[in-house]
């Protein structure tokens, strides 16, 4: 009678392991499969009876066998259970996602339970696989992180341009003044402001202006390298950091800058409006003594070049300070 209700037992198991959501797989100690679910069935389009003492490296090539094959020794070896995360490895065996409403995942996110199972001598001679299907918790979470980001770039951002903010820029200011100071690495700065901003406004309305102030931000980025900081430093006067970058070098971007603003026509409501610019060029000197020296010393370039009559550039010297 209790014989008859162990082995009712073992089927009720059987089916429980066979319907599962979960994949489970046993191996014997050459990696040969001898239990193979329905689950492992439906994803991998192989049959338990197709899968029955092959190989699991054979079958599934894209598995890391030097990688699985060592965490399996390992958990064998200290008879406990090991585990991937699908964080460390997106998964074990490649099988396609049917995640319904996102489309994101081309394949299913796994994490894997390694657990050796012992015969009745105490040997683990097999090694049970569980592995989670874990697409779900794992786009939710990449979708958290790539929302995170986009909401600390945006943070740094100038909505109309999306160039750095002056918050932000001028975080980075200081970041590379204390770079300077400690390296002596050189950096410099090229601050530029729009000529005659006041009249374009007037004479083709505002949002004519906002594309005008759009355009050179565009010009900016078209000539700014990955490492340096474009930003936009109040309403049409913006600011470019250059870091390793000498005065001179600094000089000949400004004027390349000044060339391609003055030959450029934006052309908005059926409007066309050309512009220039005016700068000023500075670079971090022994004698500052704080990061905004730079600002000031260009801002005072940009004044003269103002003063001298719009679209040029002036470079500070030490002299001017
Ligand atoms: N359309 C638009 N105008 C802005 C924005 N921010 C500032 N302004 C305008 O820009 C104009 C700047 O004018 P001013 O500082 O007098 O300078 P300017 O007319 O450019 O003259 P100079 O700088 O001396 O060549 C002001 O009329 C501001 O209202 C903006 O985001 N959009």
């Excluded at 081309?106 to 097999?126: C, K, W």
């Excluded at 750095?164 to 400690?182: C, D, M, T």
């Excluded at 010393?297 to 103002?306: E, F, T, V």
Aim: with cysteine; charged share 25%; proline share 2%.
């Amino acid at each position: 009678m209790a014989a008859q209700f162990d082995i009712n037992e073992l089927h009720w198991l059987l089916d429980i392991v066979q319907s599962i959501d979960v994949g489970v797989v046993v191996l014997d100690r050459d990696y040969r499969i001898e239990v193979w679910n329905s689950f492992m069935e439906n994803h991998s389009g192989l049959s338990s009876a197709e899968a029955a003492q092959r190989s699991l490296f054979e079958l599934f090539p894209e598995i890391d066998q030097d990688w699985f094959s060592r965490k399996l020794e390992t958990a064998v070896l200290l008879g406990t259970r090991a585990f991937t995360i699908w964080e460390q490895r997106p998964y074990l065996i490649r099988f396609n996602s049917y995640q319904p409403i996102t489309g994101l995942a081309d394949a299913m996110y796994q994490n894997v339970t390694i657990m050796p199972l012992r015969n009745p001598r105490g040997e683990a001679d097999h090694v049970c696989l569980i592995i989670y299907d874990v697409t779900g918790i794992a786009l939710n979470k990449r979708q958290l992180e790539a929302a995170n980001l986009q909401l600390r770039e945006q943070a740094h951002r100038d909505g109309m341009t999306g160039l750095l903010n002056r918050r932000y820029w001028e975080q980075s200011l200081e970041r590379e003044f204390a770079r300077y100071q400690r390296y002596e690495t050189p950096a410099s700065l090229v601050m530029f402001d729009i000529d005659n901003f006041k009249p374009i406004n007037d004479n083709h309305g505002h949002q004519t202006g906002d594309e005008v102030i759009r355009e050179a931000a565009r010009v900016i980025r078209e000539h700014a390298r990955e490492t340096d900081y474009a930003g936009r430093y109040g309403g049409e006067e913006f600011v470019l950091l250059l870091p390793d970058t000498s005065l001179q070098g600094a000089a000949q971007l400004a004027e390349r800058l000044r060339q391609a603003m003055e030959r450029l026509i934006v052309e908005h409501l059926e409007q066309r409006v050309s512009f220039t610019i005016s700068l000023g060029v500075a670079q971090f000197s022994e004698e500052m003594s704080s990061a905004f020296d730079l600002v000031a010393a260009a801002d005072s370039a940009l004044y003269q070049s103002k003063q001298a009559g719009r679209n040029r550039t002036t470079l500070h010297t030490s002299d001017d300070t």
